[in-house]
C-alpha cells in the first residue's frame, strides 16, 4: 500500500470539522432568524397550559443558543462581479 492511500482517509477526517462549523454557524443563524417567526404566532395563537408553556420557554433557550452560535456567520459573497460594479 502507497502512503497516500493511508493517509487519504484521515487527511479527511482532520479537514472536515472546517466544513462542518460553518455549516453548523449557517443553520443556527438561520434558525435565529425564523424561530421568532414561530414564536410569535404561538402566542398570537396562545398558550394552553404547563406543556405549551414549557415547550415556548424552551424555544426561548433554543432561540438563545442558536443566537449565540450563529452570530458570527457570514453568507459567502460571489466571486463573480455585478454589471453595476463596473465603472
Do not use: C, E, K
Not at 39 to 68: K, M, P, R, Y
Request: charged share 10%; glycine share 6%; no cysteine.
Amino acid at each position: 500500500m502507497s502512503s497516500s492511500t493511508i493517509d487519504g482517509p484521515i487527511d479527511h477526517v482532520r479537514g472536515s470539522p472546517r466544513r462542518v462549523i460553518p455549516t453548523i454557524r449557517a443553520l443556527a443563524f438561520w434558525l435565529a432568524i425564523t424561530l421568532p417567526l414561530v414564536q410569535v404566532a404561538w402566542l398570537i395563537v396562545g398558550l394552553d397550559g404547563l406543556t405549551d408553556l414549557f415547550v415556548f420557554v424552551t424555544l426561548l433557550g433554543v432561540n438563545a443558543t442558536s443566537l449565540a452560535i450563529g452570530h458570527t456567520y457570514a453568507a459567502p459573497t460571489s466571486t463573480t462581479s455585478s454589471p453595476d460594479a463596473n465603472p
